[in-house]
């Protein structure tokens, strides 16, 4: 899944699995306090610009954390059927 994937949204995808073991909510926060942290902006602005136009590859952790940057009092859970197994 990862292979050829552009180094922002790798390095989101590997952020999410770190969090996956927590509640759906308190893992986007988590991972969205992680790049709030310490990602370069243009990192952030680069990941945006992926979930907006494809997203496709990115753990729906990861795009909920983007959505939870963006507005930080609303991460809402994608729908149960496209969360992925653990």
């Known amino acids: 899944m990862t292979d050829g994937l552009p180094p922002h949204v790798r390095l989101a995808n590997e952020i999410a699995i770190q969090f996956a073991h927590l509640d759906f909510t308190d893992g986007a926060t988590r991972v ?28 729906p952790l990861a795009a909920a954390a983007v959505d939870h940057l963006r507005h930080p009092t609303d991460p809402q859970p994608p729908p149960r059927e496209s969360r992925p197994q653990t």
Request: hydrophobic share 35%; glycine share 4%.
């Open 32 to 59: 969205a306090k992680h790049m709030h942290d310490f990602w370069d902006p243009r990192m952030l602005r680069a990941l945006f610009t992926y979930k907006d136009t494809t997203g496709q590859d990115l753990d």
